[in-house]
């Protein structure tokens, strides 16, 4: 079991329940409403989008064996603690799952639950060592993992848009950092990510932009007129401090330990990030 919690990255299918609550309770109504959280049908939609996830991180590593061996060889699952066709019928049973329970909810939520397993399945065997293509691929699937929410709801509101691009945003840089820090494995399968194609040096000159993009939006939804000043501190402590931290770091970054230690500031970034819509 423990082994199998590993394999599906639990705590990020943790992040994903609460992202997708908080954004149910707060984001898509006057007033916090938890009642929503415990409403079957929004359940059912967690539950989807949580397998469908799940099966993601399953076939990514099934695929992944050989890399994982050079770039993360303590973490190597598939094939050691647990077989490799056991490991397909879990990825295939919860893909299953995830699309049959979002169609029961509404044929909009199906199908965009069937989308992400199409494009998981393609980011895990070939998009994935692709320049950019599968980084946006990820960064667009965590997106839409709030907007879902929104579409079974729908509600589609300018603070649920600016959450959804706040994901795909530091996704989307995460992804990056995260090729960076996978080179040597990548490199020796051939695989074309952006720091194999133009060098570590020049992707970080691709990541300054997009960080700078994504503090300018943190400042000017932190300081908008209408957001609470409690929204503004916890912002300004929690989101936008480690956001200005993390491009300092990267501008010092030049090993293979720097962006672990980016990649790891990357997701408490998300988390923080996450948190602040119970101020909203």
Same mark, same amino acid.
């Given at each position: 079991?423990?082994?199998?919690?590993?394999?599906?990255?639990?705590?990020?299918?943790?992040?994903?329940?609460?992202?997708?609550?908080?954004?149910?309770?707060?984001?898509?109504?006057?007033?916090?409403?938890?009642?929503?959280?415990?409403?079957?049908?929004?359940?059912?939609?967690? @539950?989807?989008?949580?397998? %469908?996830?799940?099966?993601?991180? +399953? /076939?990514? !590593?099934?695929? =992944?064996? &050989?890399? $994982? #061996?050079?770039?993360?060889?303590?973490?190597?699952?598939?094939?050691?603690?647990?077989?490799?066709?056991?490991?397909?019928?879990?990825?295939?049973?919860?893909?299953?799952?995830?699309?049959?329970?979002?169609?029961?909810?509404?044929?909009?939520?199906?199908?965009?639950?069937?989308?992400?397993?199409?494009?998981?399945?393609?980011?895990?065997?070939?998009?994935?060592?692709?320049?950019?293509?599968?980084?946006?691929?990820?960064?667009?699937?965590?997106?839409?993992?709030?907007?879902?929410?929104?579409?079974?709801?729908?509600?589609?509101?300018?603070?649920?848009?600016?959450?959804? @691009?706040?994901?795909?945003? %530091?996704?989307?840089?995460?992804? +990056? /950092?995260? !090729?960076?820090? =996978?080179? &040597?494995? $990548? #490199?020796?399968?051939?695989?074309?990510?952006?720091?194999?194609?133009?060098?570590?040096?020049?992707?970080?000159?691709?990541?300054?932009?997009?960080?700078?993009?994504?503090?300018?939006?943190?400042?000017?939804?932190?300081?908008?007129?209408?957001?609470?000043?409690?929204?503004?501190?916890?912002?300004?402590?929690?989101?936008?401090?480690?956001?200005?931290?993390?491009?300092?770091?990267?501008?010092?970054?030049?090993?293979?330990?720097?962006?672990?230690?980016?990649?790891?500031?990357?997701?408490?970034?998300?988390?923080?990030?996450?948190?602040?819509?119970?101020?909203?």
């Amino acid at each position: 079991m423990k082994a199998f919690l590993t394999l599906i990255r639990f705590p990020n299918l943790v992040l994903i329940v609460l992202s997708q609550a908080l954004a149910q309770a707060c984001l898509l109504s006057a007033g916090v409403s938890w009642q929503k959280v415990l409403e079957p049908s929004f359940i059912v939609l967690t @539950l989807s989008t949580v397998f %469908i996830a799940a099966a993601g991180y +399953i /076939i990514n !590593d099934y695929y =992944d064996i &050989k890399i $994982d #061996a050079i770039n993360k060889p303590q973490r190597v699952l598939v094939g050691k603690s647990i077989r490799r066709r056991p490991a397909m019928g879990a990825h295939l049973l919860l893909s299953f799952l995830g699309v049959a329970m979002g169609l029961w909810l509404s044929i909009p939520v199906g199908l965009i639950n069937l989308g992400a397993v199409l494009l998981l399945w393609g980011y895990s065997d070939r998009l994935k060592r692709m320049m950019l293509i599968g980084n946006v691929v990820i960064s667009l699937l965590s997106a839409s993992m709030l907007l879902v929410v929104a579409v079974y709801a729908d509600t589609l509101n300018k603070t649920t848009l600016g959450y959804s @691009l706040f994901a795909l945003l %530091i996704s989307l840089i995460r992804e +990056i /950092i995260k !090729d960076v820090e =996978d080179m &040597k494995g $990548d #490199a020796s399968f051939d695989c074309r990510t952006l720091p194999i194609v133009v060098g570590m040096r020049n992707t970080k000159w691709v990541l300054y932009p997009l960080m700078a993009t994504f503090i300018v939006l943190l400042i000017i939804a932190a300081w908008h007129p209408s957001t609470p000043v409690l929204f503004d501190t916890y912002m300004l402590l929690f989101v936008l401090a480690p956001s200005i931290w993390m491009l300092v770091k990267l501008a010092r970054a030049d090993r293979k330990q720097d962006f672990t230690y980016l990649s790891n500031l990357n997701k408490l970034i998300m988390l923080t990030g996450i948190l602040s819509m119970l101020f909203v």
